[in-house]
């Protein structure tokens, strides 16, 4: 150890201590995260208690299998779900993804009115005229446009369905609820609209119904 002239032993000094690795000194404090950045450790966003109670009874037994591949991978990729496929629009609004309902909805009106413009749509609602030479071709358009628009529905509601709930997860954990709270949450943003589909559907048949009658006089 080095001394001084009058034998005194040098003292090491903090910078000497830190080189050597005999005292490393005190910690550096970490700056502190604001609350929105830092998790939640009560739960994943993705944990099957919060799965579940978003989409509901059916998670063990269908979407558990659905939206599988969406955890690695949360990119858009094709997917199929017959319940869309055969529905329709009508599954989104079920599901509760109403912007989804709307684009689907706000497509196929635009599409239509597009594709059968010149054409005489006081008549269309005639199945004789339908069948005849005159009304064939708008009856393989609007076949053709309703199949265009189930399939883009059944290739595309499991990921919007898997995309929802995992925004409302999400929000919950940046929120850091506590977890029973965040499950509630969950359940009243999740699971399926009953009631307006059948009140959607009446007034559909209704509507049909009106034309049905106003074409035949």
Same mark, same amino acid.
């Given at each position: 150890?080095?001394?001084?002239?009058?034998?005194?032993?040098?003292?090491? *000094?903090p910078?000497?201590?830190?080189?050597?690795?005999?005292?490393?000194?005190?910690?550096?404090?970490?700056?502190?995260?604001p609350?929105?950045?830092?998790k939640?450790?009560?739960a *994943?966003p993705?944990?099957?208690?919060?799965m579940?109670?978003? !989409?509901?009874?059916?998670?063990?037994?269908?979407?558990r299998r659905?939206?599988?591949?969406?955890?690695?991978?949360?990119?858009?990729?094709?997917?199929?779900? =017959?319940?869309?496929?055969?529905? /329709?629009? @009508? =599954?989104?609004?079920?599901?509760?993804?109403?912007?989804?309902? @709307?684009?689907?909805f706000?497509?196929?009106?635009?599409l239509?009115?597009?594709?059968?413009?010149?054409?005489?749509? *006081?008549?269309? /609602?005639?199945? *004789?005229w339908l069948m005849?030479?005159?009304?064939?071709?708008?009856?393989? !358009?609007?076949?053709? @446009?309703?199949?265009?628009?189930h399939? +883009?529905?059944?290739?595309t509601?499991?990921?919007?369905?898997?995309?929802? +709930?995992?925004?409302?997860?999400l929000?919950?954990?940046?929120?850091?609820l506590?977890e029973?709270?965040?499950?509630s949450?969950?359940?009243?943003?999740?699971?399926?609209?009953?009631?307006?589909?059948?009140?959607?559907?009446?007034?559909?048949v209704?509507?049909?119904?009106?034309?049905?009658?106003?074409?035949?006089?």
């Amino acid at each position: 150890m080095p001394t001084h002239e009058n034998g005194v032993p040098d003292q090491p *000094t903090p910078e000497s201590n830190r080189a050597t690795g005999d005292n490393p000194g005190p910690p550096v404090p970490q700056p502190e995260l604001p609350r929105w950045a830092s998790k939640s450790k009560s739960a *994943t966003p993705f944990s099957d208690e919060r799965m579940a109670a978003y !989409i509901g009874p059916r998670w063990e037994s269908s979407y558990r299998r659905k939206l599988s591949p969406f955890f690695a991978e949360p990119a858009f990729s094709v997917s199929w779900n =017959w319940a869309a496929f055969l529905v /329709g629009p @009508l =599954w989104f609004f079920y599901r509760k993804l109403y912007l989804a309902f @709307l684009g689907f909805f706000v497509a196929s009106e635009s599409l239509s009115s597009y594709l059968l413009m010149g054409f005489d749509r *006081t008549r269309m /609602g005639s199945g *004789t005229w339908l069948m005849s030479s005159e009304g064939r071709p708008v009856l393989i !358009i609007v076949s053709g @446009l309703t199949f265009a628009i189930h399939l +883009a529905a059944g290739g595309t509601a499991n990921w919007l369905l898997f995309r929802k +709930a995992r925004v409302a997860s999400l929000v919950a954990t940046i929120e850091q609820l506590p977890e029973d709270v965040a499950i509630s949450r969950l359940k009243q943003r999740g699971g399926v609209n009953v009631l307006p589909i059948v009140l959607l559907v009446l007034l559909q048949v209704a509507a049909a119904f009106l034309a049905a009658s106003a074409s035949s006089r």
